[in-house]
């Protein structure tokens, strides 16, 4: 069965601290992966990967892919209350149609 | 505009009500998505509409049903549902189907009595 896999499921950080979420998955037929970020409401949209070992930044986000040990990790540097949130990692897979298949997410703290 | 609306944020229905939920997006997508979120878990897709029709149902009970009037809306209609429905419904919309970054809606936070 396919699946998704994010470590740690929870983090607590103080302010100022870096950060690395994990995400492993083993899907027939990958796509890309994808990183949300969800507060109260929506996801919303960080990084899409679909290429190997090509750095994606956004501020102090950052993500790559590793397509042979099929995993990505999500840095955050200098950590601030608002990153405070759940991660969530997300792989397109085609299997009898493309499909949008999500970790279980990791919440993350961060404590002033 | 890379937004996507849904209405209404909050809905509180009987199990024999009939009630919508809407979605909206003018970002030019084609393929738009419904999906369930229950609490402290992830999105679990229902339906996805590609070029306004049904691609996928992911074997959602019937008294779900999802409509797509256009290639901007799409609607899901309920009737009789059961306390286990009450959730986070959330639409997403994408350039095309299992192509692009999703986009999400806010969310419709449903409860059943």
Known sequence: EDKVVQSPLSLVVHEGDTVTLNCSYEVTNFRSLLWYKQEKKAPTFLFMLTSSGIEKKSGRLSSILDKKELFSILNITATQTGDSAIYLCAVYEETSGSRLTFGEGTQLTVNP | DTEVTQTPKHLVMG?????????????????????????????????????????????????????????????????????????????????????????FGPGTRLTVL
Not at chain 2, 20 to 40: D, F, I, P, T, V
């Open chain 2, 15 to 103: 199990m024999t009500n009939k009630k919508s939920l809407k979605c909206e997006q003018h970002m030019g997508h084609r393929a738009m998505y419904w999906y369930k979120q229950k609490a402290k878990k992830p999105p679990e897709l229902m339906f996805v509409y590609s070029y306004e029709k049904l691609s996928i149902n992911e074997s959602v009970p019937s008294r779900f049903s999802p409509e797509c009037p256009n290639s901007s809306l799409l609607n899901l209609h309920l009737h009789a549902l059961q306390p286990e429905d009450s959730a986070l419904y959330l639409c997403a919309s994408s350039q095309g189907w299992g192509t692009g970054e999703q986009f």
